[in-house]
Each structure stands twice: as structure tokens, then as C-alpha cells.
């Protein structure tokens, strides 16, 4: 009988097959990745704990304004620059660029190279906005002690 409706539905058990792998992936993809994503509020928890913030975006996008005292290191330099990174591999690091998908690749990378608390935030700085949050135009000055 189950076969018989499998034969005669065919599409619909394709397409019940792809949603159900696609939420599996969803569910799983991130445990699987090795980092975490995280909505905005999860995001100012990590800033107010001084996690390090890393802005992927092109260095124009940059400039057009980033999350608190992000540094820009574009995904497509981040291997080359693994060095301008904290030297700390686990020390909580929140990556983010326009979207999400390119902080994705970046946090992936950032796993592999041994750093053990990555996380990406989830709809990027896009996201950021439209929660109300602020961006940052300037790097600010710090007072620091010598």
C-alpha cells in the first residue's frame, strides 16, 4: 500500500523528502559546522561579554558603518590574516558581514583553524538594524592606562 502511494504520488514524496532533509539540515547544520549561529539578542549578550567582533564585509561596506569595535578582515582575506586574530582560540568570537552568509564560510574557516567558540550572527548586520541597534561610523578612542 505504502508503495503503491509513493508510485502513484511520486513529486509529493520528492518534495516531502527535500522539506524534511532541508529541517534536518537546518537543526543540524550549525552542530555539524562546529559554530553557532545567533539572533541579535544572543549577539549583545557575546558584545557585552567583550566577545571579539569580526566584520567579514568588503572594507567599503565597512566604512558605510560596523557593530561596536568590530575589526575588518574580509572573508575573502581571513586565511591570509589568520594572524591579525586573538591569539586566544577560545575566546568567544562573533562574526558577522551583510547577510549571514558570508560570516557562515568565515566561521567555518575559524573552526577549522581551532577556534572553539565562533558564532555568526544570524541575518548580519541587516539584522542588527532592523532590531534598532546601533552601528558604529568611527572607531572609537579608548583611554587606555599605561
Known amino acids: 500500500m505504502f508503495s503503491e502511494f509513493v508510485q502513484e504520488q511520486a513529486l509529493l514524496f520528492v518534495a516531502l ?3 524534511i532533509a532541508m529541517l ?6 550549525d552542530r555539524l559546522s562546529g559554530y553557532k549561529s545567533v539572533n541579535t539578542d544572543e549577539a549583545i549578550r557575546l558584545f557585552n ?3 571579539y567582533l569580526l566584520d567579514v564585509r568588503t572594507a567599503a561596506e565597512f566604512k558605510d558603518g560596523f557593530i561596536g569595535e568590530a575589526n575588518n578582515v574580509p572573508v575573502t582575506d581571513l586565511s591570509a590574516n589568520m594572524n591579525k586574530l586573538p591569539k ?8 558577522y558581514c551583510l547577510t549571514g552568509a558570508r560570516s557562515g564560510r568565515a566561521a ?3 573552526t577549522k583553524a581551532g577556534y572553539t567558540q565562533v558564532f555568526n550572527l ?4 541587516n539584522a542588527w538594524k532592523s532590531a ?3 552601528i558604529a561610523k568611527t ?6 592606562k599605561k
Request: positive net charge; aromatic residues 6%.
Open 49 to 51: 561579554d567583550d566577545a
Open 132 to 134: 534598532g541597534l546601533p
Open 122 to 125: 544570524a541575518g548580519g548586520i
Open 139 to 144: 572607531k572609537a578612542k579608548r583611554n587606555r
Open 88 to 95: 586566544d582560540k577560545e575566546k568567544p568570537l562573533l562574526v
Open 17 to 19: 523528502a527535500v522539506v
Open 108 to 110: 567555518s574557516t575559524l
Open 24 to 29: 534536518a539540515y537546518s537543526y543540524l547544520g
